[in-house]
Antibody, heavy 119, light 107 residues
Framework: QITLKESGPTLVKPTQTLTLTCTFS??????????VGWIRQPPGKALEWLAL???????RYSPSLKSRLTITKDTSKNQVVLTMTNMDPVDTATYYC???????????WGQGTLVTVSS | DIQMTQSPSSVSASVGDRVTITCRAS??????LAWYQQKPGKAPKLLIY???SLQSGVPSRFSGSGSGTDFTLTISSLQPEDFATYYC?????????FGQGTKVEIK
């Protein structure tokens, strides 16, 4: 059974760096074809893809946010970490991590974590 | 970058109705399209991948079709649990892109 869960701060101040951790079980990020992505959703708005890391450490980023994002994995801990620098109130959103395999559609999602950016 | 446009943005329907949602890609994506269902306060749920492949456990009243730039999600007989927001997503190339969503509401 594949599960994912996001963790991190619920409130960050403008200009601070956000660090989110996705802890998963039921699969290994060393298995060929497997990837973990991050997607966010501002309140009442649509989904926005942020980043994706594959089993072979191939990393992909949203071009509009690439300069602010870093995605890494710790295979031994079954974790993927996303950092986003220079946070702004417009970055207030629910952040999801999700599993993919042999493609770029996401078949398992975490429950999401709401991050509010406010001073 | 590929842009995804869904229509309509919302639809009012009754239980038992047939509902069709369309998704258009700004350039051809072959059959690399996924559909998700999202209920309030919940994570999205994958319904369809590769344009027409039903994800395991998803009821057969959901179906997807299309290729190239034009795609359709059809709910053959709307059930009470189907009232939700639906998103398409192109999976052809990076960056990944989602549509703006279609809300299916009770008539």
């Amino acid at each position: 059974q594949i599960t994912l869960k996001e963790s991190g701060p619920t409130l960050v101040k403008p200009t601070q760096t956000l660090t989110l951790t996705c802890t998963f079980s039921g699969f290994s990020l060393s298995t060929s074809g497997v990837g973990v992505g991050w997607i966010r959703q501002p309140p009442g708005k649509a989904l926005e893809w942020l980043a994706l890391i594959y089993w072979d450490d191939d990393k992909r980023y949203s071009p509009s946010l690439k300069s602010r994002l870093t995605i890494t994995k710790d295979t031994s801990k079954n974790q993927v970490v996303l950092t986003m620098t220079n946070m702004d109130p417009v970055d207030t959103a629910t952040y999801y991590c999700a599993h993919t395999r042999y493609g770029v559609h996401f078949d398992y999602w975490g429950q999401g974590t709401l991050v509010t950016v406010s001073s | 970058d590929i842009q995804m446009t869904q229509s309509p943005s919302s639809v009012s329907a009754s239980v038992g109705d047939r509902v069709t949602i369309t998704c258009r890609a700004s350039q051809g994506i072959s059959s690399w399209l996924a559909w998700y269902q999202q209920k309030p306060g919940k994570a999205p749920k994958l319904l369809i991948y590769a344009a027409s492949s039903l994800q395991s456990g998803v009821p057969s009243r959901f179906s997807g079709s299309g290729s190239g730039t034009d795609f359709t999600l059809t709910i053959s007989s709307l059930q009470p649990e189907d009232f939700a927001t639906y998103y398409c997503q192109q999976a052809n190339s990076f960056p990944v892109a989602f549509g703006q969503g279609t809300k299916v509401e009770i008539k």
